[in-house]
């Protein structure tokens, strides 16, 4: 009863105030946060009575799509895709919110025994012994997809091992495919290995090859629905929200 009052009063405002809220939202995002996010809609919808659409994938082509000049009211991206678009001023950069950080890890299916990947040496030994191995696909712009790439030349392992990493439209279906049996191990954001049923233990990547990667979010420059867009962001930051992506894998600052 009280949360349709809700809606009731957030729709009735929205009309009074002019149709400012009149449209629904549009959130691109990294993909490393949609379970983090699954129940973020559901919570603004009954705050403000209004939906978000959100849309994910690599943060490089969520970044490419704000370029290209597809309206939206959010993106969450990682810094350096936030600051490009800084740079061509499509975000407000006033409105920056950090989400958190989440670490790079392996996973193997449910009953396998966890990857060592202790050290860098038993990191390169496994991938070697390993018969396949899942990432993200560098080539739309995954962050992790592009940071394995160039650490398994750095390590001196792409000839040896190019023949069986197989490539995913992000980190979570190569978490997916290595709970299927589909690869033997996957190397991917915790972010997007927690929420991923039918893995064991993960496995954090050491330290000395260890990707930490921050998400953060921001309004359109030019965001369709503005005032909605700061009420949007606000959610993000309430105990639900919080508490969700640190259960998925997230180190959060609020």
């Known amino acids: 009863m009280r949360t349709a009052l809700k809606i009731a009063t957030a729709t009735a405002l929205a009309l009074a105030t002019g149709g400012a809220f009149a449209a629904d939202l549009v959130a691109f995002s990294a993909a490393a946060a949609k379970s ?35 309206s939206f009211d959010v993106i969450i991206v990682t810094p350096s895709a936030m600051k490009a678009l800084e740079a061509k001023s499509l975000v407000d950069a006033k409105s920056e919110l950090t989400l958190g950080t989440t670490s790079l890890g392996a996973g193997v299916a449910k009953g396998h025994s966890a990857p060592d990947i202790g050290t860098v040496a038993s990191f390169k030994k496994t991938l070697l012994s390993a018969s396949s191995i899942g990432i993200a696909d560098p080539a739309r712009g995954a962050t992790t997809g592009i940071y394995l ?7 001196g392992l792409s000839e040896q091992i190019k023949n069986k990493v197989k490539v995913f439209p992000d980190g979570q279906n190569a978490m997916e495919a290595a709970a299927r ?17 039918g893995l064991g233990p993960l496995t954090f990547l050491p330290d000395d ?26 959610t993000v930051k309430s105990a639900p929200i919080q508490q969700a992506l640190q259960a998925n894998g997230f180190a959060t600052s609020h």
């Open 181 to 197: 049996g589909e690869v033997e191990i996957a190397l991917g954001q915790i972010s997007e290995a927690a929420p991923v049923k």
């Open 209 to 234: 090859v260890q990707l930490r990667t921050v998400y953060v979010a921001a309004i359109a420059a030019k965001a369709p629905n503005r005032a909605a867009a700061a009420m949007l962001l606000e």
């Open 149 to 155: 790439a160039q650490l398994f030349e750095k390590l």
């Open 36 to 70: 983090s996010l699954a129940d973020l809609p559901m919570a603004f919808q009954e705050q403000t009575g209004r939906a978000v659409h959100f849309e994910y994938g690599t943060a490089g082509a969520m970044r490419d799509k704000a370029m290209q000049g597809e």
